[in-house]
Nanobody
């Protein structure tokens, strides 16, 4: 059974930092892109950051560029999202996702439909 389990969410003041982690089990994703999405109340799930299977290439939503950093450790089957300079508009449930169907994909998927596995989500709340 494949599972993605996120951790690290919480409540932080504006300008603060949080580090989200996602641990995968049940199969390896070392050949697959992984990403982070978020969903605020009443809004659609949106792409935040993605990372290529090798870790050499990353992609970010414009609003988080320069503040968030995605990384992965294929030996540990984990992906991390370091979030700095947090803003109230970053408040959302954050989801880890893995593209399990395409190995060594050159393009980082940016839509939810391109990802096959999802974590349960972790709440991030940024107070002003």
């Amino acid at each position: 059974q494949v599972q993605l389990v996120e951790s690290g969410g919480g409540l932080v003041q504006a300008g603060g930092s949080l580090r989200l982690s996602c641990a995968a089990s049940g199969r390896t994703f070392s050949r697959n892109a992984m990403g982070w999405f978020r969903q605020a109340p009443g809004k659609e799930r949106e792409f935040v950051a993605g990372i290529k299977w090798s870790g050499a290439t990353t992609s970010y939503q414009d609003s988080v560029k320069g503040r968030f950093t995605i990384s992965r450790d294929n030996a540990k089957n984990t992906v991390t999202l370091q979030m700095n300079s947090l803003k109230p508009e970053d408040t959302a449930v954050y989801y880890c996702a893995a593209d399990g169907s395409s190995n060594y994909k050159q393009r980082i998927p940016t839509t939810p439909s391109e990802y096959d596995y999802w974590g349960q989500g972790t709440q991030v709340t940024v107070s002003s």
